[in-house]
């Protein structure tokens, strides 16, 4: 039986592209809305299975409509750039698909829709219309129906006329009527005045039509609606006409036209390629048919078992030998070791870990300096050869810390994901090979063999190329110098670990549950009453019904009970303090006494933490399992959760050398503004020399309150606050803060003129720079999106700041690490907290160390301002801070 599909083009394009966030392929081009058309095309075509096909697409801003009414559609804002770019690659792409679309002068799509719809009534063709818009329900009948898009791009509801009656009690052509009534904004259609939905439902329920609305006027309920009605009946009676869709357009081509036989996958295979869609990919044949020949080919893999192992001593002598390891888990520190693949880029080798650990051979390469090896993440490798009991040097090449060089705003550093991004596929992941959930197992044989040692051989093909990226975008200095030497070091602080004291740990715990309990009695006490303090229904409850608190936001499901929002009330009544302190106290129970006694080693007693080096945009390192760099210590009873932290040997102490206002001295340099590096020279305050600046005030004038908002604005500038920002952080007018922050650059022109310079150089580049050369690319810094285009400006001011500050520590942390081995100091770094470093050290070594710790990181670079740390020692981390 034949079937006519007709898609509203500019409509699904539309729809895709604000459902989808912006995608970019290499070549810089957007294409998420061409995705989400894809993706919605592909799903049309699967489930309607038309014999015919056409898109149509709007032809330009004026129609034969507006002969009538000039002001028609004259609201609309102007079409996105990134999206008006798309529409020709969407036409490219139905073209691929063996698709007609069409567009014609002075007719909108719905016309060449209505048009091709009544010629395949009369032909006894069942007609699909698929379209965001609710005009074209009008068009609806016993052979055309019609699927109405969701929120995203693939979800659509199918109207018929059942439904149509279901939901509005109407028949198809009395949507006309409907719009006539009500109008629509975003056509600029004008309607009645105060007429919505509701009301012009329930005078066409009644009347039946717009002709019959305006006869019966003087039966019209309520004074105001006949006033209205009668008033404006010439824009009803127009807006009904402008609604219609016009079903007569003159058009060159007959049904027979549109006749659709399929796809040829070689017609649309390389346009997906070119626009990088992977998961489309491998719907047309998955990995294989969406690599490039050097990824699909045969691979050449030879199973080594522990007989042969000797026989393949001679090749690993070659350099740039590819190591992959396949572990249990993602947690290094945990996992065991399953097999290992090697790859010289033609040849494979699989071993399973038993063998290739008893392979005398093997274990002599991991630990010659002399064999470049290169590996996906060389400090997960080295620790999970470590935790073997194998020693590792030689690793020269990070395939994934090359490829977060490359683009640290790109979310994707897996290694299959890069791999996309280089051929376009060809590296099936893990959950095709092992499986999910329930399902998931270990494959044997070939099938596994050949799956590492793909791996392995993406790894050496992927290493000379993201070599030769990194030295176009001058990025070769800082992976070679900074990261990789890095990593190494991250490696030794992970497999080093910090001790912890986990009988004191566990009577902190005991003791905050006291307090918690002291603190829920209070609340009780302050409500008149016992609840659930936990329930956010019950919190909202006692908050703003019976103690009579503002109500500041409201949820779905009722009052919102949001930490922002019990800060701005915490002035207002002593209970919500209350609130905040046992919500702090809470969650230092559940996740850093209860959480850190779950993550603490069975045989070393310490917890080893792991070092995230690729996923801050602005180089930044983060923490997880467990994550210890955010230990609150605001609160007193934060702070004492580093109590527990201790030195790993007997007579030793720990030392903390924080890096001063770091930010702040990394914007005096970057931006030369005279007052505020005049300030770090002079060794002043900075934030009471600001709060002098802003409020005109001398030193001994400055207030607790000029201060605080002086340190507001000051950090609020490294990360380019916005007026509406600093009044919700100060919890005062937007006018007052726009004030802060005008007297602040008032005060430092200097720093007005750098962010003023960064984004225009941003604007002009597509990206900005560290002191060292890192590297962030900006996308949207010149979209037509105010709001992506803001943050995108935003982050250009920043991102040199944060990411300059970000560099400094890591080369501390090189440099220290390769000062103490030739100074042949015992003492150890154990941690990265942000501007901090800590150290174990034996105690007579701790002046030793606190001189290294001080020359090195003040001289780590050469800034217009000095650099200053603060050191503090003891004998916990509670103590050194």
């Known amino acids: 039986m034949d079937k006519l599909v007709l898609i509203d083009g500019n409509s699904i394009a539309f729809r895709a592209f604000f459902a989808l966030p912006l995608l970019k392929n290499r070549q810089g081009t957007y294409t998420n809305a061409v995705y989400g058309f894809t993706m919605m095309l592909m799903k049309v075509l699967e489930e309607e299975k038309p014999s015919h096909v056409l898109v149509a697409f709007d032809a330009g801003k004026l129609t034969f409509r507006h002969r009538d009414y000039k002001e028609y559609k004259g609201k609309r804002d102007k079409t996105p750039g990134e999206l008006s770019e798309q529409i020709p690659l969407i036409k490219k792409l139905l073209d691929a698909f063996g698709i007609r679309h069409f567009e014609l002068d002075q007719y909108e799509a719905d016309d060449i829709i209505g048009t091709l719809a009544r010629q395949a009534e009369k032909a006894e063709i069942a007609v699909t219309i698929v379209t965001g818009d609710k005009d074209l329900l009008q068009l609806v009948s016993d052979r055309v129906h019609l699927l109405m898009t969701r929120k995203g791009v693939t979800d659509a509801d199918r109207y018929d006329l059942h439904k149509i009656e279901e939901k509005y009690g109407l028949k198809p052509e009395q949507i006309i009527d409907l719009k006539g009534l009500m109008g629509d904004p975003s056509d600029n259609i004008p309607g009645i005045p105060g007429v919505g939905e509701k009301t012009a439902l329930k005078l066409l329920h009644q009347y039946g039509s717009v002709e019959n609305v305006l006869d019966h006027i003087d039966h019209l309920p309520g004074k105001k609606l006949k006033e209205r009605v009668a008033e404006n009946r010439r824009d009803a009676l127009l807006s009904k006409e402008l609604a219609t869709i016009f079903c007569e357009v003159p058009l060159d081509f007959g049904l027979g036209d549109l006749k659709y036989e399929g796809y040829d996958t070689d017609r649309v295979t390389p346009l997906l390629k070119e626009l990088e869609f992977k998961t489309l990919l491998e719907r047309f044949g998955g990995a294989e048919a969406k690599a490039d020949p050097g990824e699909t080919e045969e691979i050449a893999v030879e199973t080594v078992g522990p007989e042969e192992t000797k026989n393949w001593d001679e090749w690993l002598a070659q350099d740039g030998l590819a190591l992959f390891l396949e572990m249990s888990g993602e947690n290094y520190h945990r996992a065991e070791v399953l097999a290992v693949a090697l790859s010289d880029g ?84 893990d959950d095709a090979v092992y499986g999910k959930g329930v ?34 975008n001058g990025l070769d200095s800082l992976y070679l110098d900074l990261e990789l030497p890095l990593a190494r070091v991250l490696a030794k602080m992970e497999w080093q670990g910090v001790q912890v004291d986990r009988d004191r740990l566990q009577s902190l715990g005991e003791e905050l549950k006291g307090r918690l309990e002291e603190l829920t009695e209070k609340i009780f006490e302050l409500a008149g009453t016992e609840f659930n303090i936990n329930s956010p229904k019950q919190l909202g409850e006692i908050l703003f019904d019976k103690l009579g608190l503002p109500v500041l936001k409201k949820t779905k499901t009722g009052y919102s009970t949001s930490a922002d929002v019990l800060e701005k009330l915490a002035p207002q009544h002593e209970i919500v303090e209350e609130i905040l302190h046992y919500r702090q106290v809470g969650k230092l129970i559940s996740t850093y006494v209860e959480g850190l006694l779950k993550e603490i080693d069975g045989e070393t007693g310490k917890i080893h933490t792991r070092f995230n080096q690729a996923i801050a945009a602005t180089g930044r390192l983060s923490s997880t399992d467990p994550n210890l760099q955010n230990i609150p210590i605001r609160l007193e009873e934060g702070r004492r959760i580093r109590q527990v932290f201790v030195p790993s040997e007997e007579e030793w102490l720990m030392l903390s050398a924080d890096y001063s206002q770091i930010e702040l001295r990394v914007l005096a340099h970057l931006s030369g503004d005279e007052n505020l590096i005049e300030a770090f020279q002079k060794e002043l305050d900075v934030h009471t020399k600001t709060a002098m600046d802003v409020f005109g005030v001398s030193a001994d004038e400055v207030t607790p309150w000029m201060r605080r908002h002086a340190k507001a604005v000051n950090f609020g500038i490294v990360y380019g606050i916005s007026d509406y920002g600093l009044s919700q952080n100060l919890n005062i007018p937007r006018k007052e803060a726009a ?78 690490d390769s000062v103490l081995e030739k100074e042949g100091l015992r003492a150890r770094l154990l941690l990265q907290v942000h501007d901090e470093l800590i150290f174990e050290t034996p105690a007579e070594e701790m002046e030793a160390l606190d001189n290294l710790v001080r020359r090195v990181m003040e001289s780590a670079v050469e800034l217009a301002v000095p650099l200053q740390v603060d050191i503090n020692t003891g004998k916990t981390w509670y103590e050194a801070k």
């Open 439 to 472: 399902k998931r197992r270990r494959p044997e044989g070939k099938k596994l063999a050949e799956h590492l040692a793909r791996k392995a051989r993406a790894i050496h093909r992927l290493q000379p190329l993201l070599e030769e990226e990194l030295k176009e």
């Open 346 to 429: 033609k040849k494979q080798l699989f071993l399973e870990w038993g063998t290739a650990r008893e392979w005398p051979g093997f274990r002599q390469w991991l630990r010659d300096p002399d064999r470049t090896k290169v590996c996906y993440d060389v400090k997960a490798t080295e620790v999970a050869l470590k935790h073997q009991g194998l020693e590792t040097d030689g690793f020269a090449w990070d395939i994934l810390l090359s490829s977060y060089l490359i683009n640290a705003s790109e979310s994707g550093h897996e290694l299959s994901e890069i791999v996309d991004r280089k051929w376009g596929g060809g590296l099936p992941d």
């Open 739 to 816: 004030e802060f922050i005008q007297r602040y650059f008032d005060s430092y022109p200097g720093v007005k003129r750098y962010m003023e310079d960064i984004v225009r150089q941003a604007k002009a580049d597509g990206y900005v720079t560290t002191m060292l050369h890192r590297r962030r690319e900006l996308p949207e810094i010149n979209s037509r999106n105010f709001n992506r285009r803001s943050f995108a400006e935003r982050t250009a001011m920043n991102t040199p700041i944060q990411g300059t500050a970000a560099d400094i520590i890591k080369k501390a942390m090189v440099e220290m």
